[in-house]
């Protein structure tokens, strides 16, 4: 999640003109929400037996990955598109902390494991 959060991003701007990497990213992230909903979905039930706490933060996960892909997305991709630039950077900003959350509940499920 990290990697693909701020290194693919970072990458893609620094690699390409901005005009090629936003389009690119636009349709990259969607399939990335599908991974991370993927992941957390399938996890969860397997940490029930011996992590509940795991698993509820996993199925957590799971919940709020939904509204980022379906309504927070589309709502960054509007305003950028119709040149809301305050809007976008409000948007933006609630996107990050929401994968920042999402990496944090992630990295602590798998602390738990030591």
Known sequence: MVL??????AFLFTSLPANEAGPLLRRAFPQFYLFV???STVSAPFLLPSDPTGAALMGLVAITVI???????????????????RRFRRLHRLSVAVTLAHIAMAAAVLSRFT
């Open 67 to 85: 509204p980022a892909r379906q309504v927070l997305l589309p709502a960054i991709n509007e305003a950028t598109d119709s040149g809301q630039k």
């Open 4 to 9: 693909y959060s701020f290194g693919f991003a």
């Open 37 to 39: 909903l993927g992941v």
